[in-house]
């Protein structure tokens, strides 16, 4: 089972109310389980887009925005969401999160990243492309740039929703 980057879009009250079932609870459950349409599965795609936009030059401002939304902040205490048996992203590095705040900002900056032009950049051929991008863009099977798109898309719409209904987004690895 490949570990994927994982997102998911939660009011500030059922944070809080996962950190009191986890107080709660013999074996510290939070009782995380965010509903279906509010998480969203990146596949190993961050590193991928981060390194697009390095490529094609994308602005300082710009690249900080996208890694913040891809890796978040660690401001919020999720220890909680730690805690085995029932830790969420127990292979990879702690889960963050993103204030409300943080969210709009990132969003707002995720819509002004013309992602089409930065694969423009990038050499027409798709496994020279593949190539240049490394970290495994060489194995996505029709290359890279569709891949790519529907993953910055999705992103990018991720964070427009949870900007629009004043949402944390959590952030991990599994």
Not at 43 to 62: K, M, N, Q, S, T
Not at 100 to 107: D, L, S
Request: aromatic letters at 8%.
């Amino acid at each position: 089972m490949a570990v994927t980057q994982q997102l998911a879009r939660i009011p500030a009250e059922y944070l809080a109310s996962c950190r009191r079932s986890a107080d709660a609870s013999p074996d510290g459950d939070p009782r995380w389980d965010p509903p279906t349409a509010d998480v969203l599965d990146l596949d190993w795609a961050p590193f991928l887009l981060e390194r697009v936009c390095e490529l094609g030059g994308l602005d300082d401002v710009r690249r900080h925005a996208l890694r913040q939304a891809l890796d978040g902040e660690a401001a919020i205490d999720l220890a909680f969401l730690t805690t085995h048996p029932h830790a969420i992203g127990p292979f990879g590095p702690a889960p963050t999160a993103l204030s409300a705040t943080q969210v709009t900002v990132a969003a707002e900056l995720l819509g002004r990243i013309d992602f089409p032009a930065l694969l423009t950049t990038l050499p027409a051929d798709e496994k020279e492309a593949a190539a240049l991008i490394g970290n495994g863009a060489d194995r996505i099977v029709g290359g890279p740039r569709k891949y790519l798109l529907e993953h910055f898309h999705a992103l990018r719409d991720f964070y427009r929703g949870a900007s629009r209904r004043q949402l944390l987004v959590v952030l991990w690895w599994d």
